[in-house]
């Protein structure tokens, strides 16, 4: 069983387009956090989340964290063809070693 | 800083072969960690360390071992390869603060066992 369910699993929009991404879990985090990936490279991070309904802005990206800080979302304003890659969630557990990541949406933006 | 290092970035093995896949990182962490990524999927985790003699299995250890010997390095030993271990490989290291937590990846090793 996988602790952090992303959707959708792939994606492909057109250039300008708008999109969220959702993490879900019925575990409680004490933070969260947003990667993305790009082909042969390892994750970047893009935003840690750690008070539940909290909501950070990245220029085009804005990260909520949920009120039970049970989930999270990413939603893209107008994407770009510069936004296509792997998007990761990942989860820090009070007292956890360890993060635990989502599935994982694959975004493909069409120009 | 060079973050993450890991070589080799691609290697073929045959079954039953054994080899090392090196982890180096320069920015004094104490946690490290071994991922593997199957295509278009998610990480999972294979081991992990929060510091130096210190070691632990996470959701995939099957097959790999693991030591960690210093700060800077944590290599990842399979000793029989076999095909289910086709795939990549991403060591990361963690900065882990009361405020600010991010985990850095190394570029990868792409394996393949035929």
């Known amino acids: 069983t996988q602790l952090l369910e992303q959707s959708p699993q792939f994606l492909s929009i057109q250039e300008g387009e708008n999109l969220t991404v959702y993490c879900n879990s019925s575990?409680?985090?004490?933070?969260l956090q947003w990667y993305r990936q790009e082909p042969g490279e390892g994750p970047v991070l893009l935003v840690t989340?750690?008070?539940?309904?909290e909501v950070k802005k990245l220029k085009r990206l804005t990260f909520q964290f949920g009120d039970a800080r049970k989930d999270s979302s990413l939603h893209i304003t107008a994407a770009q063809p510069g936004d296509t890659g792997l998007y990761l969630c990942?989860?820090?557990?009070?007292?956890?070693?360890?993060?635990?990541f989502g599935t994982g949406t694959r975004l493909t933006v069409i120009p | 800083n060079a973050g993450v290092t890991q070589t080799p970035k691609f290697r073929i093995l045959k079954i039953g072969q054994s080899m090392t896949l090196q982890c180096t990182q320069d920015?004094?962490?104490?946690?490290m960690y071994w991922y593997r990524q199957d295509p278009g999927m998610g990480l999972k985790l294979i081991y992990y360390s929060v510091g130096a003699g210190i070691t632990d299995k996470g959701e995939v250890p099957n097959g790999y071992n693991v030591s960690r010997s210093t700060t800077e390095d944590f290599p990842l030993r399979l000793e029989l390869a076999a095909p289910s271990q086709t795939s990549v490989y991403f060591c990361?290291?963690?900065?882990?603060?009361?405020?600010?937590?991010?985990?850095?990846f190394g570029p990868g090793t792409r394996l393949t066992v035929l």
């Open positions: 989340v750690v008070t539940g309904g």
């Open positions: 920015m004094n962490h104490n946690y």
């Open positions: 575990s409680v985090f004490s933070s």
């Open positions: 990361a290291s963690f900065r882990r603060g009361a405020s600010y937590n991010e985990q850095f």
């Open positions: 990942a989860g820090l557990q009070t007292g956890a070693n360890n993060l635990f």
